[in-house]
């Protein structure tokens, strides 16, 4: 007896295997062929990310400095300043969603798996408070 679980399971195998096939097609293109190569190159990104990445930034020229980038892809603090105090929290609420997941998401993998990060000579963990610091 087969359960509505296992058909559910067996569906979305399916459409699993369905769009990871139609995201290779796309990164066959030529208009992001080079591009979707040189993603592939850096420690925890994979055909998904890199294909996230490109398609959410579209032209990447339309960002004057890092900076913009940086305040796009929502891994900027946000900032409170009053008179002459200037407070810096946590990264803000303001974001590209779906880019900034997939941006963490991958450096966590690169962090737990490239013998570059994991290698404790190189680098020294610090916690503070909930968050970790790399530290060179």
Same mark, same amino acid.
């Given at each position: 007896m087969i359960r509505f679980s296992s058909i559910y399971h067996l569906q979305d195998k399916y459409l699993i295997k369905h769009l990871s096939k139609e995201i290779r097609k796309l990164s066959e293109k030529e208009i992001y062929k080079e591009n979707y190569a040189l993603l592939l190159s850096v420690p925890g990104i994979g055909t998904l990310t890199a294909m996230i990445i490109l398609t959410e930034l579209g032209n990447i020229k339309r960002f004057k400095n $890092?900076?913009?980038l940086c305040s796009y892809v929502g891994l900027v603090p946000m900032t409170n300043s009053t008179g002459e105090n200037e407070r810096t929290g946590d +990264?803000?609420?303001r974001r590209n969603? +779906? $880019?900034r997941t997939a941006i963490i998401e991958s450096s966590w993998i690169a962090i737990r798996h490239d013998p570059v990060f994991i290698s404790t000579e190189k680098y020294t963990s610090i916690s503070i408070q909930k968050y970790t610091i790399l530290i060179n």
């Open positions: $890092l900076d913009t +990264i803000t609420v969603k +779906i $880019l």
